[in-house]
Nanobody, 124 residues
Framework: QVQLVESGGGLVQAGGSLRLSCAASGRTFSSYAMGWFRQAPGKGREFVARITSRGVFTYYSDSVRGRFTISRDNAKNLVYLQMNSLKPEDTAVYYC?????????????????WGQGTQVTVSS
């Protein structure tokens, strides 16, 4: 059974940084793309970033490009989201997700396993 466990969320002031981690188990981690999504109160789930299975390609939403960096360590079955220059509008529950294939997409239904989420709150 695939399990994804996020950590690293918390409360930070605007302009600060956080690094989220997601530990994966249950299938060959290096064969699947990984993504980060977020959901703010009263809003739908939103794509944030994704990384292909070998870590060669990364993609970001316009709202986080240049501030967030996604990376992965296939030897440790970990995926990271480094978040810098945080803004109050980044406040959300952040979810990591494992894609159905090696490339992934920005669409949530292309991901078949999800973590429980970690709260990120950015104060102004």
């Amino acid at each position: 059974q695939v399990q994804l466990v996020e950590s690293g969320g918390g409360l930070v002031q605007a302009g600060g940084s956080l690094r989220l981690s997601c530990a994966a188990s249950g299938r060959t981690f290096s064969s699947y793309a990984m993504g980060w999504f977020r959901q703010a109160p009263g809003k739908g789930r939103e794509f944030v970033a994704r990384i292909t299975s070998r870590g060669v390609f990364t993609y970001y939403s316009d709202s986080v490009r240049g501030r967030f960096t996604i990376s992965r360590d296939n030897a440790k079955n970990l995926v990271y989201l480094q978040m810098n220059s945080l803004k109050p509008e980044d406040t959300a529950v952040y979810y990591c997700a494992s894609a159905r294939g090696s490339f992934g997409s920005q669409v949530s239904h292309d991901y078949d396993y999800w973590g429980q989420g970690t709260q990120v709150t950015v104060s102004s």
